[in-house]
C-alpha cells in the first residue's frame, strides 16, 4: 500500500464492532439525557478561532498547542478553526441567537467530533468524540448536583464500572485571583524545583501547577495548607460548595474531594469535577466539567451562570467491558440461476419492508458458497430458491441455528419466519 493512502496521523477507524459500540454508547446517553429534559443541539464543526481564545483562556495548552487551524479566513478576516471543545461553542449559540430572551434556563446537549493536535497516545486523539452537556442559568447548588448526577447515571447506564468521581470548588474569579496570588507566594522559593511546564506556568496559570502529573510537582504542592483547608474560598463559595456536597452526601454518591483539581480551562470557577477510571493509566479521566459562572458576562456583558460536562467517548470505550456484539442476519436469501435471482431479489425487498434484516448474494455465488457465506455471517435462516421451487411456488426455509428445513409455500412464508422467530 503506497503510504499516501495511510489515514491521518492521530485519527482512528472504527471497525464495524467498535462502530456498534460506539453508537450503542451514543443511544444510551441520549436516552438518559432526555430523561433529564436536556434538549438535543447540533452545532458546526468549524469556528472562528476568537471563540475559544477569548473563552478557553490563551495561556491554556489548547490555545497554545493544539487547536487546528484552517488555512483560509472569513468574510470578516478571522482565522476558522476545527472545534477543540464544546462549552464555548455552545456560548457563541446561545448569545448569538439570543436565547436568554426567550428562555431564562436551558438544557443543551450536543455530541459530535472535537479536534486538537495532541500527541497521539492512549486516551488520546487529534480527532475524538464528545458527549457534552451545558445547563444555562442557574447558580444553584442543586443544578451543580444534577450535573454530577447526569454524568453519573450515563456511565452507568453505559456499564462503565469502577470509576471514580474527583471534586472540588475553585471559588468565584476573584477567589481565583487570590488563589493564584497565594500560589505564586508559597513557591517562589521552589519555582525553580518544578518541570519546565510548571515554571513556565508559574506566572502566567500557576493554578495549573496543582494537577501537575510530575512526581516532583506532586511532592512540592502537597502540603499546601491554603489548599487542603479550602480558605482560598469566600464564605459564599464555600457555603455553596458544602450544599453540594452535602447533596451528594444525601443521595450516597461516592466521592473523592480533590483540593488538586483545577481543570485546565481559563472558563472554570466555583465546581469542578473528574470522573476517572485506573484502566486509562496517566490520562485517566472519562469526562469532566464545572462551572462558568463568569464567561458569558466576559463575551456579552449578560450576567447568565453556567454549568457543564463532556464525556469522551472512546475513553468509555477503553474502559467497557467485553459487549455482546451481534451483526446477525435474519434471513440470507440463496438462489440458483437467473429467474430465481428476480424471484429472490423480490422477496428480499418484501422481506425488508417487513422489519428483516436480510441480504442475497450478489457475486453469481454457487449455492454451496452461498450457504457458506451465510453460516460465516450469522444468518438465523436461510430462503433457497431454484428451478423446482420456481415450478411449484415453493421454497425451501432452513433454520440455520436448529439445522433443520422445510417446503413452505411462497404466500406463507412471513407467516411461518414469524412462527419460528
Same mark, same amino acid.
Request: glycine share 4%; hydrophobic share 40%; aromatic share 10%.
Given at each position: 500500500?503506497?503510504?499516501?493512502? $495511510? ?35 447540533? /452545532?458546526?464543526?468549524?469556528? #472562528? ?32 478553526? $476545527? ?35 495532541? &500527541? ?10 464528545h ?7 442557574? #447558580? ?9 448526577? $447526569? ?32 500560589? &505564586? ?8 524545583e518544578?518541570?519546565?511546564i ?53 443521595l ?30 496517566a490520562?485517566?479521566?472519562?469526562g ?8 458569558? #458576562? ?33 434471513v ?19 422481506? &425488508?419492508e ?17 450457504? &457458506? ?23 425451501? /426455509? ?17 407467516? #411461518? ?5
Amino acid at each position: 500500500m503506497e503510504k499516501t493512502y $495511510l489515514k491521518v496521523y492521530g485519527t482512528y477507524d472504527f471497525s464495524v464492532k467498535e462502530t456498534f459500540i460506539f453508537n450503542n454508547i451514543v443511544e444510551k446517553a441520549k436516552k438518559i439525557l432526555k430523561r433529564f429534559s436536556y434538549k438535543e443541539i447540533i /452545532l458546526p464543526i468549524l469556528e #472562528k478561532e476568537n471563540v475559544f481564545i477569548r473563552s478557553i483562556g490563551t495561556t491554556t495548552d489548547i490555545v497554545e498547542k493544539q487547536i487546528f487551524m484552517i488555512k483560509r479566513k472569513d468574510e470578516d478576516d478571522e482565522k476558522i478553526v $476545527l472545534r477543540p471543545e464544546g462549552t464555548a461553542q455552545v456560548v457563541r449559540y446561545y448569545l448569538e441567537n439570543s436565547i436568554y430572551k426567550t428562555n431564562d434556563f436551558s438544557k443543551f446537549f450536543y455530541i459530535g467530533p472535537m479536534f486538537r493536535g495532541e &500527541r497521539p497516545q492512549k486516551g488520546r486523539l487529534r480527532q475524538f468524540h464528545h458527549i457534552g452537556v451545558e445547563a444555562v442559568g442557574s #447558580k444553584s447548588p442543586f443544578l451543580d448536583a444534577e450535573i454530577i448526577i $447526569l454524568a453519573l447515571k450515563i456511565l452507568e447506564e453505559i456499564g462503565v464500572k469502577d470509576k471514580i468521581l474527583e471534586i472540588n470548588s475553585l471559588g468565584c474569579r476573584k477567589d481565583k485571583e487570590n488563589f493564584s496570588k497565594t500560589i &505564586r507566594e508559597k513557591l517562589i522559593n521552589k519555582k525553580t524545583e518544578l518541570c519546565k511546564i510548571c515554571y513556565e506556568r508559574f506566572d502566567k496559570n500557576p493554578l495549573r501547577i496543582l494537577d501537575c502529573k510530575e512526581e516532583k510537582c506532586r511532592e512540592i504542592v502537597k502540603n499546601l495548607d491554603i489548599i487542603k483547608e479550602k480558605s482560598y474560598l469566600c464564605k459564599d463559595c464555600l457555603v455553596d460548595y458544602k450544599k453540594v456536597i452535602d447533596i451528594l452526601n444525601s443521595l450516597n454518591i461516592s466521592y473523592v474531594d480533590n483540593p488538586f483539581l483545577v481543570r485546565g480551562l481559563d472558563y472554570y470557577t466555583n465546581t469542578v469535577f473528574e470522573i476517572t477510571s485506573k484502566k486509562l493509566g496517566a490520562q485517566n479521566a472519562i469526562g469532566a466539567g464545572g462551572r462558568y459562572n463568569n464567561l458569558i #458576562k466576559d463575551l456579552s456583558d449578560i450576567d447568565i451562570p453556567a454549568i457543564g460536562f463532556a464525556l469522551g467517548i472512546e475513553r468509555i470505550m477503553l474502559v467497557l467491558d467485553k459487549i455482546e456484539f451481534s451483526d446477525k442476519i435474519d434471513v440470507y436469501i440463496a438462489t440458483i440461476g437467473e429467474s430465481a435471482k428476480y424471484k429472490g431479489f423480490s422477496l428480499l425487498s418484501k422481506l &425488508r419492508e417487513n422489519g428483516f434484516i436480510s441480504d442475497i448474494d450478489f457475486r453469481d455465488k454457487s449455492i454451496k458458497s452461498q450457504l &457458506r457465506y451465510a453460516q460465516k455471517n450469522n444468518a438465523k435462516f436461510v430462503i433457497i430458491i431454484g428451478p423446482d421451487e420456481l415450478k411449484n411456488n415453493v421454497f425451501i /426455509l432452513k433454520d440455520m441455528e436448529k439445522s433443520f428445513q422445510v417446503n413452505v409455500k411462497e404466500d406463507e412464508i412471513f407467516l #411461518k419466519l414469524k412462527e419460528l422467530c
